[in-house]
């Protein structure tokens, strides 16, 4: 039983930065989604009262900031590609574990 427990603590440990980092990725991507809408709703209670506020918002671009929303064909081939760097790596530390 000690051996089960040995394996799923080491997993949990291993997984753990995993799982901040998609913590911190999710924090960050809520919080640029609501500037964002912040951002979209100001520009169009601006339209209404004051044509230049409205231009000089438009041009304003948020740094980090792709020109396109990304297809979910991409998505799945970088969730691919991370899944299968990850599990490569797990396999390395099982094979050097093993020596």
């Known amino acids: 039983m000690s051996a089960i427990l040995l ?7 291993m997984m753990l930065p995993i799982v901040i980092l998609v913590i911190i990725a999710s924090i960050a ?3 640029r989604g609501e500037a964002l809408a912040h951002h979209d709703g100001e520009a169009a209670s ?3 009262g004051d044509g230049d ?8 671009k948020l740094p980090f900031m792709p020109d396109r ?8 081939i970088i969730g691919t ?17 093993q020596m």
Do not use: N
């Open 53 to 60: 506020a409205a231009v000089a918002s438009e041009g304003m």
């Open 69 to 76: 929303d990304p297809t979910v064909l991409e998505i799945l």
């Open 7 to 13: 394996a799923i603590a080491k997993s949990a440990a």
């Open 46 to 48: 601006d339209s209404a």
């Open 81 to 97: 590609v991370l899944f299968g760097i990850t599990m490569g790596l797990f396999l390395g530390y099982s094979v050097v574990g």
């Open 29 to 31: 991507s809520v919080r």
